[in-house]
């Protein structure tokens, strides 16, 4: 798999680009770091930027921020965020 990290830095403010070198740290050091396809961006609505991994984890921040990670639950729409990767993997255990 080929991992692409993309962001459009013409839509991104001082604290979305700050954002990304956050997420994009935590990504590095992970040790599964598959994105899913076109899984990265950032979201003008939500002032979130992300990293989507295949495994069905999100990292993400806004505004410069903490990271977060989120895990959607696909049947019903509801977000989830969680301070760590591991409350994260837990949470898509169950879903």
């Not at 609505?45 to 990670?69: H, K, P, Q, W």
């Not at 019903?76 to 949470?91: C, D, H, Q, S, V």
């Amino acid at each position: 798999m080929e991992n692409e990290l993309k962001f459009n830095l013409d839509e991104m403010g001082y604290q979305d680009i700050e954002s990304m070198k956050l997420i994009i740290d935590v990504w590095y050091n992970l040790d599964d770091r598959d994105i899913m396809y076109e899984g990265t961006g950032f979201n003008k609505m939500s002032g979130y930027v992300y990293i989507a991994l295949d495994n069905g984890v999100t990292i993400c921040s806004c505004f410069g921020r903490d990271v977060e990670y989120l895990v959607t639950d696909f049947a019903t729409g509801e977000e989830y965020f969680y301070e760590t990767y591991e409350e994260a993997l837990n949470k898509l255990e169950i879903l």
